[in-house]
């Protein structure tokens, strides 16, 4: 009977046989596919990711802050530093996540020119970063934006765009992307989609801080919105969590996030923008989800400046007019609790340095010639830290 198999010299080193390489091989006929992935570009994205990744994990953690106020007997106060990061703000968690986010969806690839519409704190964290990575940064403004924030842009090597009035920038930072073939980042879209809300982000970090505190799990956290993704990734982490804590979004005085979150109305528009630097927006951003909202506040723009310097002296050192926002609307709250004669701990964030404003908010001759009158708003807000007097 005659055997059908072959030796292994009519059929060739079977066993050691490799694929043909991917690159440049024929498609057979009749079958459609696109060109196959770049093995470059597919490695600077690989490298890229590595680089953010280093740096969040060799970045310590930010600073929980306890402040001294025995007149608020059974009440605790508590500050996250977000002005720590390397970059001065807490847009700097921000301005990691947004570049993970457009890398990991392929919309950034190497020398992508990057753009961002900003008030000032989140471009200098992407210009950063974008140095980092070695990419081309833009960043569109308003203008009137601190010097010293345009400065430190600068510094990371961005260039800065201005334009005047606060519905100008996103249309402009959308053009100059198109002009440049780059990419527009968007944070006021992408901030509370490109944060994983579960695990490793702020809200995280203020729970472990708090572990070993009197009172560990707060009654309120505290959190002014700009775009509305660090308020969104706060309060989606404390439902995942299941915690009794509420959140509470202080609003600034020419924004048009509280009263869309009283109307339930996400259309509403203004066509002034905030005076506070960094939060309050002329429209109802993407990002900021009122569902997880339970409280909100519109606190006047002289109450959050004024707060502001209240808390810059409690501190010794300058913090700037968002967190001012963030303070007022603590303050408020801890009246509230104090009156209701329950006690626990509150927290909020300090989201930049004052020093970014030395020239303008920390400066009592601009403060003057802008109309500025914190004088009353001051002597409420220390009347309360030192004597209980609701505000």
């Known amino acids: 009977m005659s ?54 994990e060799q970045a310590p953690d930010t600073p929980l802050l306890k402040l001294d106020l025995p007149a608020l007997d059974g009440i605790d106060v508590y500050l996250k530093d977000e002005s720590a990061h390397p970059t001065g703000s807490l847009k700097h968690r921000v301005a990691r996540s947004l570049l993970l986010f457009a890398i990991c969806n392929g919309r950034i690839g190497e020398g992508t020119p990057v753009i961002e519409a900003s008030s000032g704190s989140t471009a200098v964290s992407e210009a950063y970063f974008a140095r980092l990575l070695g990419l081309p940064f833009h960043a569109v403004m308003p203008r009137g934006t601190s010097a010293e924030k345009v400065a430190s842009i600068e510094f990371h090597g961005g260039r800065c765009h201005f334009v005047d009035g606060p519905q100008a920038i996103y249309a402009e930072a959308a053009g100059l992307a198109s002009r440049l073939g ?35 799990v707060p009654e309120w956290i505290v959190m002014s919105a700009g775009t509305g993704g660090t308020a969104a990734t706060i309060g989606r982490h404390i439902r995942y969590r299941g915690l009794p804590t509420r959140l509470c979004v202080p609003d600034a005085e020419h924004s048009v996030f509280y009263d869309s979150f009283v109307r339930r109305d996400a259309a509403l528009t203004s066509g002034r923008g905030s005076r506070i ?3 309050g927006r002329p ?51 801890a009246g509230r609790m104090r009156e209701a004669g329950r006690g626990g701990s509150l927290v909020t964030l300090i989201c930049d340095s004052g020093e970014r404003y030395r020239n303008t908010y920390h400066d009592d001759a601009w403060m003057r010639q802008a109309g500025f009158d914190t004088a ?16």
């Not at 390489?21 to 079958?31: D, L, N, Q, S, T």
């Not at 009122?290 to 050192?317: C, F, H, N, T, Y």
């Open 283 to 333: 429209r109802v951003e993407p990002s900021f989800i009122p569902e997880v909202v339970d409280q909100m506040i519109k606190v006047p723009d002289a109450a959050s400046l004024a707060a502001m310097r209240v808390l810059s002296r409690r501190l010794g050192r300058k913090v700037g007019g968002s967190t001012g926002t963030n303070f007022f609307g603590l303050c408020w709250l």
């Open 3 to 56: 055997s059908m198999m072959t030796s292994p010299a009519e059929t060739g080193p079977v066993a050691t046989k490799q694929p043909p390489p991917m690159a440049g091989c024929a498609v057979p006929a009749g079958i459609d596919a696109t060109p196959l992935p770049d093995a470059a570009r597919c490695g600077w994205a690989r490298r890229a990711v590595g680089l953010l990744q280093a740096e969040a």
């Open 376 to 391: 009353g708003h001051e002597a409420a807000i220390e009347a309360f830290l030192d004597g209980g007097t609701p505000l």
């Open 182 to 216: 780059g990419v527009y980042l968007d944070q006021f879209t992408y901030a509370e989609r490109a944060t994983d809300w579960r695990a490793g982000n702020i809200a995280e970090a203020i729970f472990d801080r708090m572990r070993g505190e009197r009172h560990p």
């Open 277 to 279: 630097e960094g939060i």
